[in-house]
Each structure stands twice: as structure tokens, then as C-alpha cells.
């Protein structure tokens, strides 16, 4: 059975595997990334392998809604990205899970300085792909995520709602 859950152009999203919860994301198609605003990130070395350490303020440091949160992960690329002003930058790529409107899936982010963007994070369209469409006239379709969340069964890399599934 294909499905494709749609999203509207601004959505909340999870990231568990970094212990962060409700952050907003601009959900954007013309973006083959997705990106991540930190404040400060460096790099070391666990078990011969390179890792990347960063900090993120969830709700944003200037609006005092959310505290900074210290993360690692293994780096998995490094690459440049060319932003929607044609600025050409090399950035940090880690993989992590993204919890959105009761489907969990692994996506690459990469770590960049969003300061002054409205959105700490951009969803591109390899993160959406196969699973989810956007209704640009929408926004917030799925409500801001619970600490509870829905019942998910894992079909192969990719997680959906128990209800959804002929596997259940």
C-alpha cells in the first residue's frame, strides 16, 4: 500500500535521536536538503571515527522559549550547499530520526547558521520522499508534537501509525 501523508509549508517536527522536541521546519521542495540552525558546532574523534558536537537553542535563543542542547553524531558527510542566495558553504551532515505526523524515518541534516531565518530547521525534499506531499496553502496540519505520541510499526526503514498499517 502507498501512502503519502500530506504536510503543509510549515510543520513541527521531532528529532529524538538528537533529545530534541517540538521545533518548527519550513517545509520546503525546492531544498534537496534539509538543514539545521545551531549556534555553535565542533569536531572530534570517538573510536577512530569523526564525529561533529554542536549546540541548538530549540525555540531560539532570542526568544527565550527553549534552553541550548549539546549534541553529537556521527558525521556521516561533508559537503558544500548552495543556499537560496547562491552562497556556496561546506557543511557538516549527520543522520538522525525525524518524527513527523506519526512517521519516523532517518534523514540526513546538515548543520548550519540559520540566525535570522524564521524557521531553526528546513525540511528539503530527500527527507520527504516517498512518504510525504505539501499543500503550500496549509500549514500546521499535524498540531505540535506530544511527549506521547501515536502507536508505530517499523516497515523496513520506515516507521508509520499502527492504523495506517496492513502489518499491524
Request: glycine share 12%; aromatic share 6%.
Amino acid at each position: 500500500m502507498t501512502f503519502r501523508v500530506v504536510l503543509g509549508w510549515r510543520e513541527w517536527v521531532d528529532l529524538p535521536g538528537l533529545g530534541v522536541h517540538a521545533i518548527r521546519a519550513k517545509v520546503d521542495s525546492g531544498a534537496r536538503t534539509s538543514a539545521l540552525h545551531v549556534d555553535a558546532q565542533w569536531r572530534f574523534v570517538e573510536r577512530g571515527a569523526p564525529w561533529v558536537g554542536f549546540r541548538l537553542t530549540p525555540g531560539g535563543a532570542h526568544s527565550g522559549a527553549g534552553m541550548a542542547v549539546d549534541c553529537a553524531a556521527p558525521l556521516i558527510d561533508e559537503r558544500d550547499v548552495t543556499d537560496s542566495g547562491g552562497h556556496r558553504t561546506r557543511r557538516a551532515f549527520v543522520r538522525t530520526r525525524l518524527r513527523l505526523a506519526g512517521v519516523e524515518r532517518d534523514i540526513d541534516i546538515n548543520l548550519s547558521d540559520r540566525r535570522g531565518m524564521l524557521f531553526p530547521m528546513l525540511l528539503g525534499r530527500t527527507a520527504m520522499a516517498r512518504t510525504f506531499t505539501v499543500d503550500p496553502a496549509r500549514s500546521f496540519l499535524h498540531g505540535r508534537p506530544g511527549a506521547g505520541g501515536m502507536p508505530m510499526v517499523q516497515i523496513d526503514s520506515l516507521a508509520v501509525p499502527a492504523h495506517m498499517s496492513q502489518h499491524a
